[in-house]
T-cell receptor
């Protein structure tokens, strides 16, 4: 069975500061890892993915994520947060073809 | 271009009523997923189609739930004899390829179902 843990229900950062949203996973075989963002009353939007290759993945809106196989983590990062980054963030892992999503982390960026 | 659309956006049903939720995926997308998202939770897999074939329905919570995609495009999720525990947001997502684990999914805005 595969699983995803997002240990923080909420992350608060000040605008301009770096942000990190944590994700750890468990899967048999090679992991296929994704981050999605959800704004109010909207569906999830794809941010970035790790399939293979370079452990540092760059995605939309200046976000990046680092795949760490030994720690089974895929933390989402951004060097300088914007107020408009405030949203709900979901990490997902796919071992076969069915993705498993974490519970989500609410990111609040205050001015 | 057009994204994934879902209708209705909101549905209130009395306990025991049947409901039908529609999903229009992105044109040409082979794979289609349905998810159930409870409040404060991530999406939970319900069922998966590759074109018109329903390849996996292991996530459907009971035999009251039924999904179809007869022409390989539009899909309908039907819930018979709705119960209060069916209240959730139902998300539809499509993906370009059949090898879905490599490819990101495109989500619709969801249908919020409230059973009273």
């Amino acid at each position: 069975a595969q699983s995803v843990a997002q240990p923080e229900d909420q992350v608060k950062v000040a605008e301009g500061n770096p942000l990190t949203v944590k994700c750890t996973y468990s899967v048999s075989g090679n992991p296929y890892l994704f981050w999605y963002v959800q704004y109010p009353n909207r569906g999830l939007q794809f941010l970035l993915k790790y399939i293979t290759g370079d452990n540092l993945v760059k995605g939309s809106y200046g976000f990046e994520a680092e795949f760490n196989k030994s720690q089974t983590s895929f933390h989402l990062k951004k060097p300088s947060a914007l107020v408009s980054d405030s949203a709900l963030y979901f990490c997902a892992v796919t071992g076969s073809y069915i993705p498993t999503f974490g519970r989500g982390t609410s990111l609040i960026v205050h001015p | 271009g057009a994204g994934v659309s879902q209708s209705p956006r909101y549905k209130v049903a009395k306990r025991g009523q049947d409901v039908a939720l529609r999903c229009d995926p992105i044109s040409g997308h082979v794979s289609l997923f349905w998810y159930q998202q409870a409040l404060g939770q991530g999406p939970e897999f319900l069922t998966y189609f590759q074109n018109e074939a329903q390849l996996d329905k292991s996530g459907l919570p009971s035999d009251r739930f039924f999904a179809e995609r007869p022409e390989g495009s539009v899909s309908t999720l039907k819930i018979q004899r709705t119960q209060q525990e069916d209240s959730a947001v139902y998300l539809c997502a499509s993906s370009l390829e059949s090898t879905t684990r490599d490819y990101e999914q495109y989500f619709g805005p969801g249908t919020r179902l409230t059973v009273t």
